[in-house]
């Protein structure tokens, strides 16, 4: 049976582009920072903080990922803390703050949500860099993650049927409601419940099984214990 992999930290491939999605991030907060000093009209405490706050998470990071900063099997909360950081930014420094005190500018106005967007892809990467991270350790994780897929998609194509087309209508050609709609609709409800259910399942089980479990302390010997 195959047992996750504990002593293999997170391959070159998987650290060197996280390095460069590291570098990339930072050097996009440089130019937020200098423009909440003073091109504001003022200092621009949150832009200012949340994107400092953004540096220094990128540059811990390339730490962890150039060995400097030891986490052991735990580079995956490493980068799940990195993306926290840079989401946090991009809600609270950049769609908020940012764009309150740029206003009507508009050479500045559009590269607020063009960062945000570019945080967001960064995010994206990061989180299937820790995913692909995780999974290398036990092989039985992509059986999971396939089982979850299955389950999983006719939920998501029936969100996005809902969303281009609406809920369907519960009222027949007369306008009353219609009991056999009704019916019909809840059932369908409780049906795409229990997938979605198991499909999330199969999908947390696909991250557990290949996180190694904590030794428990070993239980000392009672049967060999000598008469006093």
């Not at 019909?184 to 399942?201: D, T």
Request: aromatic share 10%; glycine share 10%; proline share 7%.
């Amino acid at each position: 049976m195959t047992t996750p992999d504990e002593s293999k930290p997170a391959t070159p491939l998987i650290r060197t582009t996280t390095m460069v999605l590291c570098v990339i991030c930072a050097l996009s907060a440089l130019p937020w920072i200098w423009m909440s000093i003073s091109h504001f009209g003022g200092f621009a405490w949150g832009l200012f903080g949340f994107e400092l706050i953004v540096l220094f998470g990128c540059l811990m990071t390339m730490l962890v990922c150039i060995g400097k900063m030891k986490v052991g099997m735990a580079f995956p909360m490493a980068i799940a803390c990195l993306i926290g950081t840079i989401l946090v930014s991009a809600v609270f420094g950049l769609y908020v703050d940012a764009r309150a005190v740029v206003g009507d500018n508009p050479t500045i106005g559009p590269w607020v949500i063009r960062t945000v967007m570019f945080r967001m892809g960064v995010i994206g990467l990061l989180c299937l860099l820790a995913t692909l991270d995780v999974y290398r350790r036990d092989a039985r994780s992509w059986g999971l993650v396939i089982r979850s897929a299955i389950f999983l998609l006719p939920v998501l194509a029936a969100a996005g049927w809902i969303k281009f087309k609406g809920m369907p209508a519960v009222n027949d050609s007369s306008g009353e409601p219609s009991p056999v709609m009704m019916v019909v609709i809840l059932l369908a409800g409780l049906i795409f419940g229990i997938l979605l259910s198991i499909g999330g399942h199969f999908l947390i089980r696909s991250f557990e099984i290949a996180l190694p479990e904590p030794n428990p302390d070993p239980q000392p010997d009672k049967t060999n214990k000598k008469p006093a």
